[in-house]
């Protein structure tokens, strides 16, 4: 895996379905990322581009049996797996709350997987988490809905230049991030280190061609390092393991 310009990327942003659970989606032209982060105890649900378990809508499912690529049957029904067309990039949990990020081609591999755009303005999202268990099952009639999400353009748009002058490494990386910019010619930069969920959890100002980040304290997972210099700004992802 590798870090890549995140060009024409949109998000979500943080989107609280309920008051202990909530995700973020990412799009560009190539991939879509997902982060749910929700109780570690209770199943955990995302459905794609429809309001309600319509037969053949794409959803994605965190149970006790682990992560699921489905579709759904009609309500009533429980989805059955897909083509595992998901990466797991991180599945962590930290005092009971359970961090999962995924990554995907905007198109995947079923008729029945959704595909995708990062120049709609929208997606049809819903969503369900387990009625106090974490086995699936009926989720219960409080614990699931349906919304409209709007897509924003994920820290503005990039600037080509700097974006082809930008290098980030190495890829995946442990403890130590280099940002070089091949024409920086003494300029003011400011680099921000934003976690999936869209929270900044690094800052710095830098005045050199090269700067070395140190990431050795963050959770394993994806990053969005965002640089941004007088002439414009640029955006890659990186994994930090």
Same mark, same amino acid.
């Given at each position: 895996?590798?870090?890549?310009t995140m060009n024409? !990327?949109?998000?979500? =942003? ?8 909530s995700g973020t989606?990412?799009?560009? *032209? ?7 982060? =929700? #109780? ?9 581009? /429809? ?15 682990? @992560?699921?690529?489905? &579709?759904? +049957? ?21 005092? =009971? /709350?359970? !961090? ?23 997606? +049809?999202?819903?969503? $369900? ?13 409080? *614990? ?6 709007? +897509?924003? #353009? ?17 890829? #995946? ?10 024409? @920086? ?13 869209? !929270? !900044?959890? &690094?800052?710095l100002a830098i ?23 007088? *002439?414009?700004? $640029? ?7």
């Open positions: 895996m590798a870090a890549f024409a !990327q949109v998000t979500t =942003g943080v989107i609280d379905f309920t008051a202990n659970y989606i990412e799009i560009d *032209n190539t991939n879509v990322t997902v982060t749910l982060e =929700g #109780p570690s105890d209770l199943w955990l649900g995302l459905g794609f581009g /429809v309001d309600a378990m319509t037969s053949g809508g794409d959803v994605i499912i965190h149970d006790s049996s682990g @992560f699921s690529d489905s &579709q759904f +049957l009609g309500i009533g029904s429980a989805p059955i797996p897909d083509t595992q067309d998901w990466t797991i990039v991180t599945n962590t949990v930290t005092s =009971g /709350v359970r !961090q999962l990020t995924i990554t995907r081609p905007i198109a995947g591999s079923d008729l029945s997987d959704f595909t995708f755009d990062e120049t709609e303005p929208s997606i +049809l999202l819903v969503w $369900a988490h387990g009625d106090g268990t974490d086995n699936f099952g009926y989720h219960g009639a409080n *614990n699931r809905n349906d919304l409209v999400a709007p +897509l924003n #353009p994920i820290l503005g748009v990039d600037d080509n230049s700097l974006a082809s002058n930008l290098k980030i490494f190495p890829v #995946p990386a442990i403890d130590l991030v280099t940002v070089s910019i091949a024409d @920086f010619n003494n300029d003011k930069a400011t680099i921000r280190l934003y976690s999936m969920l869209g !929270q !900044q959890v &690094q800052e005045s050199e061609k090269s700067t070395i980040i140190d990431i050795s304290a963050l959770p394993t997972g994806v990053y969005i390092i965002n640089v941004s210099t007088k *002439n414009g700004f $640029a955006s890659k992802k990186i994994i930090k393991k």
